[in-house]
């Protein structure tokens, strides 16, 4: 288990921690990060370093760009590197992009997060840093942030949107700066006219699709939701499909409108049901399926029983539950499931604390979050962290770290009832529970559905999701 120092000397006792890893930093540059490339996250925070000597310039980039770690090793980095190098945050920071894999989202992320974060006026005075990293840069990451901080500190799209016309395959770097724009509402706002219009007018898919992708997070309303509906509905390429229906993910529920509901989802389902059925739990698939169910849960008396119906005769029922990060909760408060059925629990885990998922008797939370959070973490990598040897324990994943997904294949319990769901890493399971609410019958239920009980609060949920 990492354990975190929390104080701002914890790194110099490093230092003189004998059990620390030894680097050798008079390698060259490419030996050095091959050496920090194969420690471990906790061996990692553990290796020397001082922010006044360029030696340890590689080991700051390590912490900076490792995904799995607290943001304060992050930001302990960043300090050291802006100090090192005499350089902005920026400089840094678009640096750290160009070392990050492309395939690794999440440490992308955290960093377009801190270089898009930082005030739009400092953003406009370091505007030569992102025009001279888009003339001299072919990192995708690195131009992805080079635009989005050139269309924050500009305060509009206008320039940076000719300048990606004007340079090849620019422009698709540009739109995917746009989901990260989620503080500048007004520049948002602005890029609608824009990506719309090229999601109509784009003559090769590959454009039209990154442009519907982007689409929901310019203007999250009706229009942009009918919109984005159009294609999946009337669509015949499934790769723009699949773009629009990421993008309408990102509008919110209370935007939707009541009449375009219906016939999204029925459209949905089936698409869903002309894919060969072993494809039905893949991830991509999976996600589509509850966004459908999120629509049909919306949908009033008849028809919305009849397009929830069709979702559960694609197959297996499949449950997507995602940790939130930096919340300690998980995104799902509680579901459905019929007695005696097969059941997919796909666990997701984008924060940067571990987690796990239990599945246990009714009334069992706190007794199974209290004997899993007093266990030692287990030496042996194939047991099971966390997860008590108990008769109230049904089901359990392993204990995930950041970037981590594990599928939980079971066949849910014959007897009806309220089952418990909860991450059982010491302290979580205050907060990080759930409801697994086994019924006789999903289609009668369907007819007068009951909300669990909160087994915190003893109290109806007040909503399914967080």
Same mark, same amino acid.
């Given at each position: 288990?990492?354990?975190?120092?929390?104080?701002?000397?914890?790194?110099?006792?490093?230092?003189?921690?004998?059990?620390?890893?030894?680097?050798? !930093?008079?390698?060259?540059?490419?030996?050095?990060?091959?050496?920090?490339?194969?420690?471990?996250?906790?061996?990692?925070?553990?290796?020397? *370093?001082?922010?006044?000597?360029?030696?340890?310039?590689?080991?700051?980039?390590?912490?900076?760009?490792?995904?799995?770690?607290?943001?304060?090793? *992050?930001?302990?980095?960043?300090?050291?590197?802006?100090?090192?190098?005499?350089?902005?945050?920026?400089?840094?920071?678009?640096?750290?992009?160009?070392?990050?894999?492309?395939?690794?989202?999440?440490?992308?992320?955290?960093?377009?997060?801190?270089?898009?974060?930082?005030?739009?006026?400092?953003?406009?005075?370091?505007?030569?840093?992102?025009?001279?990293?888009?003339?001299?840069?072919?990192?995708?990451?690195?131009?992805?942030?080079?635009?989005?901080?050139?269309?924050?500190?500009?305060?509009?799209?206008?320039?940076?949107?000719?300048?990606?016309?004007?340079?090849?395959?620019? !422009?698709?770097?540009?739109?995917?700066?746009? $989901?990260?724009?989620?503080?500048?509402?007004?520049?948002?706002?602005?890029?609608?006219?824009?990506?719309?219009?090229?999601?109509?007018?784009?003559?090769?898919?590959?454009?039209?699709?990154?442009?519907?992708?982007?689409?929901?997070?310019?203007?999250?309303?009706?229009?942009?939701?009918?919109?984005?509906?159009?294609?999946?509905?009337?669509?015949?390429?499934?790769?723009?499909?699949?773009?629009?229906?990421?993008?309408?993910?990102?509008?919110?529920?209370?935007?939707?409108?009541?009449?375009?509901?219906?016939?999204?989802?029925?459209?949905?389902?089936?698409?869903?049901?002309?894919?060969?059925?072993?494809?039905?739990?893949?991830?991509?698939?999976?996600?589509?399926?509850?966004?459908?169910?999120?629509?049909?849960?919306?949908?009033?008396?008849?028809?919305?029983? #009849?397009?929830?119906?069709?979702?559960?005769?694609?197959?297996?029922?499949?449950?997507?539950?995602?940790?939130?990060?930096?919340?300690?909760?998980?995104?799902?408060?509680?579901?459905?499931?019929?007695?005696?059925?097969?059941?997919?629990?796909?666990?997701? #885990?984008?924060?940067?604390?571990?987690?796990?998922?239990?599945?246990?008797?009714?009334?069992?939370?706190?007794?199974?979050?209290?004997?899993?959070?007093?266990?030692?973490?287990?030496?042996?990598?194939?047991?099971?962290?966390?997860?008590?040897?108990? /008769?109230?324990? !049904?089901?359990?994943? #392993?204990?995930?770290?950041?970037?981590?997904?594990?599928?939980?294949?079971?066949?849910?319990?014959?007897?009806?009832?309220?089952?418990?769901?909860?991450?059982?890493?010491?302290?979580?399971?205050?907060?990080?529970?759930?409801?697994?609410?086994?019924?006789?019958?999903?289609?009668?239920?369907?007819?007068? /559905?009951?909300?669990?009980?909160? $087994?915190?609060?003893?109290?109806?949920?007040?909503?399914?999701?967080?």
């Amino acid at each position: 288990m990492l354990v975190l120092p929390l104080d701002a000397d914890a790194h110099t006792r490093h230092h003189q921690d004998p059990s620390a890893p030894r680097i050798l !930093l008079d390698q060259p540059l490419v030996a050095v990060e091959y050496q920090l490339g194969r420690l471990s996250d906790e061996e990692l925070v553990l290796v020397e *370093r001082k922010d006044g000597d360029i030696k340890y310039r590689p080991v700051y980039f390590a912490l900076l760009t490792r995904k799995g770690l607290a943001s304060q090793f *992050r930001d302990e980095a960043l300090a050291a590197l802006t100090k090192m190098d005499k350089a902005s945050q920026s400089r840094v920071l678009l640096e750290a992009l160009a070392k990050v894999p492309i395939e690794d989202t999440l440490s992308a992320e955290k960093l377009l997060v801190l270089l898009l974060g930082q005030p739009s006026a400092t953003l406009r005075q370091q505007r030569d840093t992102f025009v001279q990293a888009i003339d001299t840069s072919s990192a995708p990451l690195v131009l992805r942030g080079a635009y989005g901080a050139l269309m924050v500190g500009d305060g509009k799209p206008e320039q940076a949107w000719r300048t990606a016309l004007e340079h090849e395959g620019h !422009l698709p770097e540009l739109l995917r700066s746009v $989901p990260h724009l989620d503080r500048a509402e007004e520049l948002r706002g602005q890029l609608f006219a824009p990506i719309a219009t090229l999601a109509r007018e784009a003559k090769d898919s590959a454009t039209r699709a990154e442009a519907l992708a982007a689409l929901g997070w310019t203007r999250r309303d009706a229009a942009t939701f009918d919109l984005l509906a159009q294609e999946v509905i009337t669509g015949t390429d499934a790769e723009t499909r699949a773009a629009a229906i990421r993008s309408l993910q990102a509008i919110p529920e209370d935007v939707w409108p009541p009449s375009g509901i219906e016939p999204l989802a029925r459209s949905i389902v089936a698409r869903v049901g002309e894919s060969a059925p072993d494809r039905r739990t893949e991830p991509s698939v999976v996600d589509v399926i509850q966004f459908g169910e999120r629509l049909a849960a919306k949908l009033p008396g008849e028809p919305g029983r #009849n397009v929830r119906r069709d979702f559960r005769a694609l197959g297996v029922q499949v449950v997507r539950i995602q940790s939130l990060p930096e919340q300690l909760s998980f995104d799902l408060r509680w579901f459905a499931v019929e007695a005696g059925k097969p059941v997919q629990i796909i666990l997701v #885990n984008p924060d940067a604390m571990p987690h796990n998922l239990l599945v246990s008797k009714p009334g069992s939370l706190e007794e199974v979050g209290t004997a899993g959070g007093a266990m030692p973490m287990p030496s042996d990598p194939t047991v099971k962290a966390f997860v008590p040897d108990s /008769p109230l324990v !049904l089901y359990a994943t #392993n204990l995930l770290k950041e970037g981590e997904t594990e599928r939980l294949g079971f066949t849910a319990p014959e007897e009806p009832g309220e089952y418990v769901y909860v991450c059982t890493f010491p302290g979580h399971w205050v907060r990080m529970y759930g409801v697994m609410l086994v019924v006789e019958s999903m289609d009668t239920w369907d007819t007068k /559905p009951t909300v669990p009980t909160d $087994p915190m609060t003893k109290l109806p949920f007040s909503s399914q999701r967080n």
